[in-house]
């Protein structure tokens, strides 16, 4: 199992050299390196740990390939959000709060985008940003959804031709629910051309094995 870590440069470039040149003693790597032997020790703990290498007595470091080359990753990287997107649920910054509201329960989804006057990607709001202007005690009725919603340029958003792992990754990294797929327009702005949720990924992951 590789666990994720996030790299520091110096493991990454021991990676390289490991892929380069695998199996290789620990001196090997360091004088590549120009590092001392104890200074380089912490860094193939966490490389050994994490699953990106596996030290053999006698033998060396060899890269285990397994981040980059297991089946699980070579799928997920063929797919892209624009084979799994579904349609968006999308409302204007001046509608209600109530009627987004309303919006979120018919279309059956967890997150609104919402759009400018424009037409343009504005902002997202999720369940809790309801129920947070309900604990607040907003005036549902005649609060527009702009008022509560996350906005631009703070929202994560993912691209067509973006692969599934890319994109579920900045889902768990942001600790959102939904990405807007979109298409970056010559004038900067975001059209919105889908949706890509958590609920697209467990959808996929019952597919790739063959189910349902
Ligand atoms: P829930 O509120 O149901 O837990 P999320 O975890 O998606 O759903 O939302 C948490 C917060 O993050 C909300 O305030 C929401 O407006 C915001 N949010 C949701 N999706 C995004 C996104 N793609 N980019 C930035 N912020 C987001």
């Known amino acids: 199992m590789v666990v994720k870590v996030d790299l520091t440069e110096r493991q990454a470039k021991i990676i390289e050299i490991v ?19 104890a200074a380089l ?34 799928a997920l990287r063929k797919i892209k ?12 910054e001046d509608v209600s709060v109530y009627d987004a509201a309303v919006s979120l329960i018919l279309e059956d989804t967890g997150t609104i985008y919402v759009v400018g006057e424009d ?15 309900c604990i607040g005690g907003t005036t549902t009725r005649s609060m527009p959804v702009g008022f509560i919603m996350t906005r631009m340029p703070n929202i994560i958003t993912t691209e067509p031709e973006e692969d599934v792992l890319d994109a579920a990754k900045k889902i768990m990294e942001y600790q959102v629910d939904s990405l807007p797929v979109v298409r970056e327009e010559k004038n900067g702005k975001l059209k919105i051309l889908g949706r890509f949720t958590k609920t697209s990924i467990t959808g996929l992951m019952i597919e790739l094995c063959g189910e349902m």
């Not at 006698?58 to 297991?70: A, D, H, L, M, P």
């Open 19 to 37: 892929k380069r040149n695998g199996p290789i003693s620990g001196e090997d790597i360091a004088s590549q390196l120009e590092l001392s032997r």
């Open 41 to 74: 020790r912490p860094h193939l703990s966490v490389l050994t740990m994490s699953g990106h290498l596996e030290a053999r007595p006698r033998v060396g470091y060899y890269y285990t390939g397994k981040t980059e080359n297991s089946l699980v990753t070579k």
């Open 81 to 92: 959000v624009k084979d799994v997107k579904r349609m968006p649920v999308v409302v204007k």
């Open 119 to 133: 037409g343009y990607l504005a902002g997202v709001v999720s369940r809790k940003d309801f129920l947070k202007s």
